[in-house]
T-cell receptor
Framework: GENVEQHPSTLSVQEGDSAVIKCTYSDSASNYFPWYKQELGKRPQLIIDIRSNVGEKKDQRIAVTLNKTAKHFSLHITETQPEDSAVYFCAASRAGTALIFGKGTTLSVSS | EAQVTQNPRYLITVTGKKLTVTCSQNMNHEYMSWYRQDPGLGLRQIYYSMNVEVTDKGDVPEGYKVSRKEKRNFPLILESPSPNQTSLYFC?????????????FGPGTRLTVT
């Protein structure tokens, strides 16, 4: 089955810096790669996703890149703000299967 | 309002006392799943369902049961809870009949088994 590895487990940046979180997956047939943000005490919520027919997707300050050959995808957050502080989860799935999550990255943005 | 609801939100119980955590969605979603969240271990899937009467084991199904008799409901049953099932539980649902769509999470149920 699918296995998703996520790094780093914790990440501390200064406000205004960029943050990058990386994930690798094992199943070459996986074709859907979402990222979820979980603020303290709240439920996870989707912030961006990408499908395997696209190499990069951007939404304002966040972007996701996908390298199918290397089987890894990354979340990029530019101009970080204190409200970006949260736990971020990557995930992967292929058609007809469950969504498998990475273990999460705790991002701390200090002002 | 489109939402996923879970009840109860908090529960403290004793070892061996059967309990059920309910999950309901009003979005006519095909796919529903249960996760447990523990520090350092992320979101681990317990069971998922791609449609009514169709359920499959996730990564950590031991000690749990589920049923999907109606499209909107997906209860999680702990027949004989043990302390290692103390955790934060999330139910989620999505439109498609697989994990390849946005998951809408419920508010979570914090379970403590003593």
């Amino acid at each position: 089955g699918e296995n998703v590895e996520q790094h780093p487990s914790t990440l501390s940046v200064q406000e205004g810096d960029s943050a990058v979180i990386k994930c690798t997956y094992s199943d070459s047939a996986s074709n859907y790669f979402p990222w979820y943000k979980q603020e303290l005490g709240k439920r996870p919520q989707l912030i961006i996703d990408i499908r395997s027919n696209v190499g990069e997707k951007k939404d304002q300050r966040i972007a996701v890149t996908l390298n199918k050959t290397a089987k890894h995808f990354s979340l990029h957050i530019t101009e970080t703000q204190p409200e970006d502080s949260a736990v971020y989860f990557c995930a992967a799935s292929r058609a007809g299967t469950a969504l498998i999550f990475g273990k999460g990255t705790t991002l701390s943005v200090s002002s | 309002e489109a939402q996923v609801t879970q009840n109860p939100r908090y529960l403290i119980t004793v070892t061996g006392k059967k309990l059920t955590v309910t999950c309901s969605q009003n979005m006519n979603h095909e796919y529903m799943s249960w996760y447990r969240q523990d520090p350092g271990l992320g979101l681990r899937q317990i069971y998922y369902s791609m449609n009514v009467e169709v359920t499959d084991k996730g990564d950590v199904p031991e000690g749990y049961k589920v049923s999907r008799k109606e499209k909107r409901n997906f209860p999680l049953i702990l027949e004989s809870p043990s302390p290692n099932q103390t955790s934060l539980y999330f139910c989620a649902s999505s439109f498609g009949a697989s994990g390849g769509y946005e998951q809408y999470f419920g508010p979570g149920t914090r379970l403590t088994v003593t």
